[in-house]
Every structure is written in structure tokens, then in C-alpha cells.
């Protein structure tokens, strides 16, 4: 018999499977193709976050370029996932 947490962790898994299946199709369409390219772009993933042109460092502008940075790993973190990891 399986109990409630263990079927809810059944559920979970099968969600982030589905999940990831979402995100790996969306980055096979062109229109996806060139959206990651933009945010590659817009997320500071290929160059720096700190600075930016500014002369002087704004800590707050720095924890946003890096959140921004952070969603884009989630992203492609998600298309390249393989069927047998979590997360």
C-alpha cells in the first residue's frame, strides 16, 4: 500500500517530468529558438552581470542582473534535463 506523502511524491515527479517535456518542445520551435536567444541576451548569461557600463557598482542592480541570470539557468536547466534526473 502506498501512503499519502508517498503518492504525492509520485505526483510531483510526474509533474516535473511533464514539466520539463514542456520546456524541451518550446526549445525546439523556432519562435523558441530565437526567444532563448534574446533572453540568453536580456539575462546576462554570456557576460557579466556587475557593472554593465556603470562606473560604480549598484549592489541592487547587481542582485537583479543576477536573478535575471538565475531564472535563464532554470530555463535551460529544465530543456536540458535528462529523464532520469529531478529537478
Do not use: P
Not at 542582473?65 to 535528462?82: A, P
Amino acid at each position: 500500500m502506498v501512503t499519502e506523502s508517498e503518492q504525492q511524491r509520485i505526483e510531483n515527479e510526474k509533474k516535473i517530468v511533464e514539466l520539463a517535456q514542456c520546456y524541451k518542445r518550446f526549445a525546439k520551435t523556432e519562435d523558441g529558438k530565437e526567444i532563448l536567444k534574446d533572453l540568453e541576451w536580456l539575462c546576462c548569461q554570456n557576460r557579466t552581470s556587475i557593472g554593465n557600463g556603470i562606473d560604480k557598482w549598484d549592489t541592487n542592480q547587481v542582485f537583479y542582473h543576477e536573478g535575471m541570470r538565475n531564472v535563464y539557468l532554470y530555463i535551460n536547466q529544465k530543456i536540458n534535463r535528462k529523464e532520469n534526473e529531478n529537478g
